[in-house]
């Protein structure tokens, strides 16, 4: 062969070679992933493992760009912004919007969950039942919950008259909760309450454990009052032309990570929390206390006119109320019963 025809061979093969890798170009799925919080939070951490998991299990045919801590996307207005394409994906919690989710609202009520594991379960197996309308426009690609909320304080709560008046940072649904409680709640963003507690603004904070060290919180409440009040629940959601639009192998993949993540995100969290609380232990010298028996069954009387309002609430929308509060109850049971 001479050296024409060789180098016309060479110039075919580069031709074949870069027409191949436009083509491989051309065939990744490149999508956006928007959430709040920051990226050491578990949401995040959640949202990198499940960018991770399709990016593998696609073979690289999927790439996802995330977007933590709100540089995309904020809390309030992230079903919005995904529905209109801002963002192909989106976190939100749920229970930040009270009243607007009112068939997942029924996991925030005080039901004694002392997993996020169990909760989120809960979360997504009543959510599959009911197909609530507010998620029509988009594809729920997983859901879950914090751990419980505890009480984080700068002085001990070891008893609810202790904790009459208090100021606590909460948010969304854990305000009324904090109310029957004797509480005084104060809504701020998480971000300034390390400012308001130094200034005695507040003197605690309602939430899950994880933030004692995700944001050093030990440092500012060095006393947990362990009382397994209700979860905070969140959904991931998908654009839905986004989703119609991506191969049947490509949906596979997700469909098959719903449950899955889930289930990994509130066991890391559960994990999470108590590695939490060890570390506070360790380098802020926290203390733990728990409400004495009789205390707690105090605080499932108090909170109880709660699910009573909720019962009411969504049964003037037309949805059983009661029996959604049951599912929960019944849901709860089996995964516990299940070791989760």
Same mark, same amino acid.
């Not at 304080?153 to 008893?159: E, F, G």
């Given at each position: 062969?001479?050296?024409?025809?060789?180098?016309?061979?060479?110039?075919?093969?580069?031709?074949?070679?870069?027409?191949?890798?436009?083509?491989?170009? !051309?065939?990744?799925?490149?999508? /956006?992933?928007?959430?709040?919080?920051?990226?050491?939070?578990?949401?995040?951490?959640?949202?990198?493992?499940?960018?991770?998991?399709?990016?593998?299990?696609?073979?690289?045919?999927?790439?996802?760009?995330?977007?933590?801590?709100?540089?995309?996307?904020?809390?309030?207005?992230?079903? #919005?912004?995904?529905?209109?394409?801002?963002?192909?994906?989106?976190?939100?919690?749920?229970?930040?919007?009270?009243?607007?989710?009112?068939?997942?609202?029924? @996991?925030?009520?005080?039901?004694?969950?002392?997993?996020?594991? *169990?909760?989120?379960? *809960?979360?997504?197996?009543?959510?599959?039942?009911?197909?609530?309308?507010?998620? #029509?426009? @988009?594809?729920?690609?997983?859901?879950? /919950?914090?751990?419980?909320? $505890?009480?984080?304080?700068?002085?001990? @709560?070891?008893?609810?008259?202790?904790?009459?008046?208090?100021?606590?940072?909460?948010?969304?649904?854990?305000?009324?909760?904090?109310?029957?409680?004797?509480?005084?709640?104060?809504?701020?963003?998480?971000?300034?309450?390390?400012?308001?507690?130094?200034?005695?603004?507040?003197?605690?904070?309602?939430?899950?454990?994880?933030?004692? %060290?995700?944001?050093?919180?030990?440092?500012?409440?060095?006393? @947990?009052? =362990?009382?397994?009040?209700?979860?905070?629940?969140?959904?991931?959601?998908? $654009?839905?032309?986004?989703?119609?639009?991506?191969?049947?192998?490509?949906? %596979?993949?997700? $469909?098959?990570?719903?449950?899955?993540?889930?289930?990994?995100?509130?066991?890391?969290?559960?994990?999470?929390?108590?590695?939490? =609380?060890?570390?506070?232990?360790?380098?802020?010298?926290?203390?733990?206390?728990?409400?004495?028996? /009789? #205390? %707690?069954?105090?605080? !499932?009387?108090?909170?109880?006119?709660?699910?009573?309002?909720?019962?009411?609430?969504?049964?003037?929308?037309?949805?059983?109320?009661?029996?959604? *509060?049951?599912?929960?109850?019944?849901?709860?049971?089996?995964?516990?019963? !299940?070791?989760?």
């Amino acid at each position: 062969m001479n050296v024409k025809v060789l180098f016309s061979s060479w110039l075919a093969m580069l031709g074949l070679l870069g027409t191949l890798a436009g083509i491989a170009r !051309a065939e990744t799925i490149s999508l /956006t992933y928007a959430n709040f919080p920051p990226a050491v939070t578990f949401p995040s951490v959640q949202m990198e493992r499940w960018a991770d998991e399709v990016e593998k299990r696609t073979q690289g045919k999927v790439k996802i760009r995330t977007f933590p801590g709100g540089t995309l996307l904020g809390a309030k207005n992230m079903l #919005e912004g995904v529905t209109a394409g801002t963002a192909d994906i989106g976190n939100f919690a749920m229970s930040y919007q009270p009243g607007r989710f009112p068939v997942a609202e029924a @996991v925030d009520l005080y039901h004694g969950f002392t997993s996020a594991k *169990v909760a989120s379960l *809960v979360l997504l197996d009543l959510v599959d039942k009911y197909q609530p309308e507010e998620f #029509e426009k @988009v594809k729920i690609l997983t859901l879950f /919950t914090c751990p419980p909320t $505890n009480l984080m304080t700068k002085s001990p @709560v070891k008893s609810l008259q202790e904790l009459k008046g208090m100021e606590l940072r909460v948010a969304g649904t854990s305000a009324e909760i904090l109310k029957l409680l004797g509480g005084t709640p104060v809504a701020m963003p998480q971000s300034e309450t390390p400012e308001a507690l130094q200034k005695g603004v507040v003197k605690g904070i309602v939430s899950s454990l994880e933030i004692l %060290q995700d944001f050093k919180f030990a440092a500012y409440t060095p006393n @947990v009052t =362990l009382v397994d009040l209700p979860v905070v629940s969140f959904a991931v959601v998908m $654009n839905k032309a986004k989703w119609e639009a991506l191969p049947a192998d490509v949906q %596979q993949v997700m $469909n098959d990570l719903v449950r899955e993540q889930a289930e990994w995100t509130g066991a890391y969290v559960d994990a999470h929390a108590a590695e939490a =609380l060890a570390w506070s232990e360790k380098e802020y010298q926290l203390q733990q206390f728990r409400l004495p028996p /009789t #205390e %707690q069954e105090r605080i !499932a009387t108090l909170l109880a006119p709660l699910t009573n309002v909720y019962i009411r609430k969504v049964s003037a929308q037309g949805l059983d109320g009661e029996q959604i *509060v049951q599912d929960v109850q019944a849901l709860k049971a089996k995964y516990e019963a !299940a070791g989760n």
